[in-house]
């Protein structure tokens, strides 16, 4: 079964400075899907950013980008110029390719952005 | 936009009634799928559909079922709450994208 592990529960950064949220999953499969969740306080929960397991490059979605070490493991989430809307939980989940409905939820990154 | 609505925003019940939540897709999505969210543990799937009529288990499905008698409308039901369901609760519907989530009932059972 595959594990999704956030080993930072909670994480702060000054506004407009950088922020790497980390994220590491267990799989045997080749081929699968890894994403970032944002979930504002009291707010619904949207999509970030999606990385696809067989493309070596990383995603970008304008501030948000991903590094994504496949022999690693690892799918770490980078927020440049934080902004005070970033605050929120932020989960990294797992999807496999096969089957879609097999979608795994780390236990989440409690984010503060400071004034 | 996909709307993904659930019925209540707060709910608030008493040990041993049963409780409705109800939600709602409008995007003719083919999978719907209820979870529970606890601080610490992320999300973790109850059920899931993948039609209308058609039910699965997920993950913690003990003391919860489903209905989906409509494509468009998923309900969870507790058939006898209890302390330990006091929780957040979180619909998602799904097509052949992307999950998209409807803004979670939180629930307190007293």
């Known amino acids: 079964a595959q594990t999704v592990t956030q080993s930072q529960p909670e994480m702060s950064v000054q506004e407009a400075e950088t922020v790497t949220l980390s994220c590491t999953y267990d799989?045997?499969?080749?081929?699968?899907?890894l994403f970032w969740y944002k979930q504002p306080p009291s707010r619904q929960m949207i999509l970030v950013i999606r990385?696809?397991?067989?493309?070596?490059q990383n995603a970008t979605e304008n501030r948000f980008s991903v590094n994504f070490q496949k022999a690693a493991k690892s799918f770490s989430l980078k927020i440049s110029d934080s902004q005070l809307g970033d605050t929120a939980m932020y989960f990294c989940?797992?999807?496999?390719?096969?089957?879609?409905?097999?979608?795994?939820f780390g236990p989440g990154t409690r984010l503060s952005v400071l004034p | 936009d996909v709307k993904v609505t659930q019925s209540s925003r707060y709910l608030v019940k008493r040990t041993g009634e049963k409780v409705f939540l109800e939600c709602v897709q409008d995007?003719?999505?083919?999978?719907m799928f209820w979870y529970r969210q606890d601080p610490g543990l992320g999300l973790r799937l109850i059920y899931f559909?993948?039609?209308?009529?058609?039910?699965e288990k997920g993950d913690i499905p003990e003391g919860y079922s489903v209905s989906r008698e409509k494509k468009e409308r998923f309900s969870l039901i507790l058939e006898s709450a209890s302390t330990n369901q006091t929780s957040m609760y979180l619909c998602?519907?799904?097509?052949?994208?992307?999950?998209?989530f409807g803004p979670g009932t939180r629930l307190t059972v007293l």
């Open positions: 998602a519907s799904r097509g052949q994208g992307d999950r998209f």
């Open positions: 799989t045997s499969e080749n081929n699968y899907y």
């Open positions: 990385q696809e397991a067989y493309k070596q």
């Open positions: 989940a797992f999807m496999s390719h096969n089957y879609g409905q097999n979608f795994v």
């Open positions: 995007m003719d999505h083919e999978n």
């Open positions: 559909s993948y039609d209308v009529k058609m039910k």
